[in-house]
């Protein structure tokens, strides 16, 4: 029978895989070519707010218009604000602060920024998890070196995920409140969601190997005590044997 480490590990590398290509189409979003272009994390009407397009589409390294063209500079963690001027008019009270050159609230500011680090963290342990797979396929060991590597990037990919999903929900109610319309972009959730659920399938698998073949080396060692009882049971009638040849004798 084989051991489960030589197929739940390959398994779980097509969970990684799928994770970490839906990690990139996050990080990717705001390229021109589809699905990229429908990928962004909220949408809402900007019309009237100084500085700010009709439609703003914000996106993972970019401050995008309608269908994510007319886009700003790529840059690390784009304060949510820098969507229009500082001190802007028009926008929503909760979403403008001192924070990013007085365009964006401290509570977004920072949120969104912890969100974007955790982001990139996540995406860094899950690719050592990926290449800590190939190590899986040799037994227990290998299947728990992935299994800690898999579970660090699923904490911090938890941790990027619940903040980026706080953040966009709490900004698109901010927008409905102030009689905007603002909707989420159901490709990145989407996208997300999807790969946080193939880093957890992928983490469960690796932690399954290392109990299967726990399993199989406790089950191998009984066997390995039935024999032992077996041979100290004919030494001793081998040695009753000799004792009776022995009185037959005397």
Known sequence: MARPATYLAPLSLIFLAGSIVLMFFIILSGMPSSPLRQTYFLRADTSGITGARPITQWAYFYICGDGNR??????????LGWAWDANPQNAPSQLVGSYGRHTTSEYYYYMWRFGWVFYLIGLFFTVLAFFAGFIACCGRLGSAIASMTALTALFFYTLAVSLMTAVFVKMRNAFVSSGRSASLGRYAFGFSWGAWAALFIATILFCIGIRGNKDKAASSGGRSW?????????????????????????
Do not use: E, F, I, L
Not at 70 to 79: I, M, V
């Open 226 to 250: 039935g024999r032992k009882k077996s041979v100290r049971s004919t030494r001793s009638y081998d040695m009753g044997s000799q004792r009776r040849v022995k009185d037959d004798y005397a």
């Open 70 to 79: 007319n886009c700003g500079g790529a840059k690390p963690d784009p304060p």
